[in-house]
């Protein structure tokens, strides 16, 4: 181990041609396992594997290797992006392109195993083939780049996710990695640096879109005598996985955007701020650190350069506001975590009063990219203003779900109809959520606009950090406001009124409008109407007023709705109906005696006590009673219970 890592140090991370020679190219090869001589068996092991039971995969294909007394080898690798596949296993022979198969929980393995190795395959579980390298095709099967949910994307982020066991930094450095870090401490100016990450045009990731590179110089130039980089990975919007996946399938990669960033601002002390949760995450993190820091990569004077870094991790378990910059900055000082007023930017007065840079992880992923490819490079994807891809958590219900990477300038409608694959069969498409919580719902006369900064916001939609929520018909638009108002209710740091009472203000009339009032009659529609107009007053305060970006965005769910959706919110205010049936302050149940057997499951599960009758007897609701929650519904066998 000790002669591969002087190998990787000397002709590798060290070696001042772009070309290495042909044996160290031979060596390299081997250790991105290229040419495998003997099968190797690539098992998925992010979080969402996990979920789907691929550790059990992993003990079944080492007990199968163990009996059979097989020589291959078997490499856990990070998230490959399709959700569904999960458990994903991945098979190469050697001289043969790899295989792919989907859903390989723990009782599928020995079958599989037997399958592949006696040439044949189980076409049930089969993804698909990947191999460019001149590898014998498998007849017949499709390639996986040429399936829908990869052929529309564009992995440059997220390109070594799931090709490489993370916990490797040889294979990583193999894949050219830490190449770029040392070549800019050694050779670049800071500000060369921040020039070239400038000239890309990169722009934050977080949803803000400010240029990286003016973010950086802005650090660089406050004089100081002391500079803090961050990388925020607090990521804690409900439904947000995209920066967890890239911490679990490529940690060095971060690291290395980490340490060029903070190279380029002057500063030698670098904190990855996460949430508490996000175990496995974290072990991968520290493991890679722990990595880099043995092949001599942090520490004093790097590589004869001159240049000192350390790297820390804090883990808070804050809350979401806590991603807020200046909140984390209050966190990290252990102060509480509340937002403060902006300026002085962090840039000029960040933690302990010093320049501080805050990037998404997102944004510090590209950075290796950029300096080893070029600005120019980066400036081929994408649109002029947003170049460079976007990644997203798609989630909701699209057939397809998992993190996906497309080029700016790709049409929403792209993600949703072929990486997504559409909605799930018997239902429509209502809406795409853009954002996170306080991002902006799309309807369907929006799905042709471009992910594009300038363009999302034109039409008032922000790009949000990642989410990408797929809404169908079955959804009720205005308990979906409710919900996410009552998060950010939650969340809300209470330190500035427009915020805190904003937020509490507009879930108060948003739940009037789904609840069922005592005696209809008495002029609650007026109130309820009353409100829902307050509502555009009080969003538009929150926006110009709060302190952070929390109370300013809060509002966007309820205002896209609104426009989008103002049909539905009607309904619920004078017709009292929701036509997903999804408010159950709304609905209205009854028995229809043509079908009730009598059986007694509703009245026995009901938790109100609202069902009598007798037995084998047509059962009855009590409509005063009923609390609408569909139990009764949900359990009937006989389809005799009616929803109105
Ligand atoms: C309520 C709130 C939560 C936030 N949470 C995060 C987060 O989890 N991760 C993140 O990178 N940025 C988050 N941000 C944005 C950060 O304040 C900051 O702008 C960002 O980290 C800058 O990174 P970028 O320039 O690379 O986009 C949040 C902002 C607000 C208002």
Request: glycine share 10%; net charge negative; hydrophobic share 35%.
């Amino acid at each position: 181990m000790e002669d591969l890592k002087t190998f990787l140090i000397e002709k590798v991370l060290l070696s001042e041609s772009d070309t290495l020679s042909p044996a160290t190219e031979k060596k390299l090869q081997q250790l991105r396992q290229e040419k495998p001589d003997n099968p190797v068996i690539f098992v998925s092991s992010g979080t969402s594997s996990i979920i789907s039971g691929s550790e059990k995969t992993c003990s079944s294909v080492e007990s199968y290797l163990k009996e059979n007394n097989l020589s291959a080898r078997m490499i856990h690798v990070g998230c490959t992006g399709p959700a569904n596949f999960e458990p994903l296993v991945c098979i190469q022979l050697p001289g043969k392109n790899k295989l792919y198969f989907r859903n390989i929980t723990e009782e599928k393995v020995e079958p599989l195993l037997n399958g592949v190795f006696h040439n044949d395959i189980n076409e049930e579980d089969l993804a698909g083939q990947t191999g460019t390298l001149g590898f014998e095709l498998w007849p017949g099967i499709p390639f996986m780049d040429e399936h829908p949910f990869f052929a529309n994307q564009k992995r440059v982020v997220l390109g070594n996710c799931g090709c490489y066991d993370p916990e490797s930094i040889e294979e990583y450095i193999a894949r050219g990695g830490y190449r770029a870090y040392i070549k800019a401490i050694r050779h670049y100016t800071f500000e060369e640096v921040c020039d070239i990450i400038e000239k890309s045009g990169l722009r934050g990731r977080s949803g803000g879109g400010y240029l990286t590179g003016l973010k950086w110089k802005h650090a660089l130039n406050t004089a100081s005598n002391a500079r803090y980089l961050i990388c925020n990975a607090k990521e804690s919007d409900p439904g947000a996985f995209t920066d967890r996946t890239i911490l679990e399938s490529d940690p060095h990669r971060l690291i290395e955007g980490i340490a060029i960033a903070s190279y380029a601002i002057g500063s030698s002390n670098a904190i990855i701020f996460m949430r508490s949760g996000s175990e496995h995450a974290l072990n991968r993190l520290q493991q890679a650190i722990a990595r880099a820091r043995e092949y001599g990569l942090f520490g004093h004077n790097i590589f004869s350069s001159g240049y000192n870094l350390d790297i820390t991790i804090r883990k808070e378990p804050g809350a979401f506001v806590c991603g807020e910059e200046t909140a984390l900055i209050n966190t990290l000082e252990g102060k509480r975590g509340m937002p403060q007023l902006k300026p002085p930017y962090p840039t000029t007065s960040g933690l302990f009063g010093k320049p501080t840079v805050i990037n998404n992880v997102e944004t510090l992923m590209n950075v290796p990219l950029i300096m080893q490819n070029g600005p120019e490079w980066f400036r081929t994807m994408g649109t002029e203003n947003s170049p460079g891809t976007k990644v997203f958590a798609v989630t909701g219900k699209g057939r397809m779900s998992g993190v996906v990477e497309v080029e700016m300038g790709t049409k929403i409608r792209t993600i949703l109809d072929d990486i997504a694959d559409g909605i799930k069969e018997g239902r429509e498409f209502k809406a795409i959520q853009l954002g996170g919580a306080s991002g902006s719902f799309i309807a369907g006369e929006n799905l042709d606009l471009a992910i594009d900064y300038e363009v999302l916001k034109e039409n008032g939609i922000g790009m949000g950090a990642g989410g990408f929520v797929i809404i169908d018909d079955n959804t009720c638009m205005v308990d979906l406001v409710r919900y996410y108002m009552e998060f950010l209710r939650n969340e809300s740091c209470g330190k500035c009124i427009p915020c805190r009472e904003g937020t509490g203000r507009m879930l108060e009339i948003l739940e009037s409008v789904i609840r069922k009032p005592l005696d209809e009659e008495s002029g609650t529609t007026l109130e309820r109407f009353k409100g829902v107009m307050q509502l555009e007053t009080i969003a538009k305060v929150m926006k110009d007023t709060s302190l952070c970006g929390l109370g300013q965005t809060a509002p966007n769910p309820f205002m896209s709705a609104l426009q989008n959706f103002r049909d539905e919110f009607e309904e619920h205010i004078f017709d009292r109906k929701c036509r997903a049936n999804i408010c159950r302050g709304l609905r209205s149940f009854s028995v229809d005696i043509d079908k009730c057997t009598g059986c007694t499951a509703c009245a026995a599960k009901c938790p109100v006590n609202a069902i009598y009758g007798t037995r084998l007897q047509p059962y009855f609701i009590v409509a005063d009673k009923c609390i609408g929650c569909g139990i009764c519904f949900d359990i009937c066998k006989f389809s005799a219970i009616i929803v109105k």
